[in-house]
């Protein structure tokens, strides 16, 4: 009986902890006897992969296990790499793929999409293309880790038919549903620290400090990174 296969992938800004992710899933694989693979740099490595060359195999696919995820955790950032890809509207399409047809990228309230030529004007829609890079993968099952670009894209591969588990990472905290997201308490613990040292600075002036964090639409990161007085 052929052994299961899942694929996993990090994309967006990259936050401390998701190598400890990739090296928990390996090993959970190889306590399981699956075969994890890892995707590299995020999307891109399911729309720009051209599983019939093995130079693009070397670069966008990295299997992972006990030997060579045994010490990712010490370090930050991700061992797979990311980018901020979204299949479902690429503005340039990969070399391997000019020539090729593909509906056009339109918006969720949009209608039915449309076949345009792939030398028009895009953006297009990939999504054809990363299923077949799945099911050449033999790719049972993916996890994307990312936050609400990356697990946007995740949510509709999913209502296509792929079986995928998401790990919301976000230094915004801004993916609902969830309680807890890789990257949002060191953040805060980093903001709150770096206001704290600059309170003594503002008293010794007698002005008041004014401190901007990033945070895009949510508030958490201001909320909880203001200083208990």
């Known amino acids: 009986m052929a052994k299961k296969r899942i694929g996993i992938l990090t994309g967006g800004g990259d936050v401390p902890g998701l190598n400890s992710v990739l090296k928990t899933v390996a090993y ?26 093995p130079a ?15 010490t990712i955790d010490r370090r930050g950032g991700t061992t797979l790499h ?10 340039k399409l990969p070399d391997h793929l000019v020539g090729k047809t593909f509906p056009v990228a339109i918006k969720e ?21 990363v299923l077949a890079n799945l099911s ?4 049972d099952h993916l996890i994307a880790i ?33 309680e807890y997201c890789i990257g949002f308490s060191t953040a805060i613990s980093r903001a709150s620290d770096a206001i704290q040292r600059q309170r003594t600075t503002v008293a010794s002036h007698e002005r008041i400090g004014i401190f901007r964090v990033f945070g895009r639409d949510a508030g958490f990161t201001a909320l909880y990174s203001t200083p208990r007085m």
Request: aromatic share 4%.
């Open 28 to 53: 959970r694989g190889s306590d399981d006897q699956i075969d994890v693979i890892g995707l590299r740099r995020g999307w891109e490595g399911l729309t720009h992969l051209d599983y019939n060359d």
């Open 56 to 70: 693009s195999r070397r670069r966008y696919v990295m299997p992972l296990d006990r030997e060579n995820t045994r």
């Open 82 to 91: 990311s980018s901020r890809t979204n299949p479902s509207n690429m503005q």
């Open 109 to 129: 309230r949009g209608g039915a999409a449309a076949e345009t030529p792939a030398g028009s004007s895009g953006p297009w829609d990939l999504s054809q293309q």
């Open 136 to 139: 050449g993968l033999g790719i």
């Open 146 to 178: 990312g936050g609400d670009d990356t697990l946007g894209y995740a949510a509709k591969l999913a209502k296509l038919g792929v079986n995928v588990i998401a790990i919301p990472k976000t230094m915004d905290n801004d993916v609902r549903n969830t």
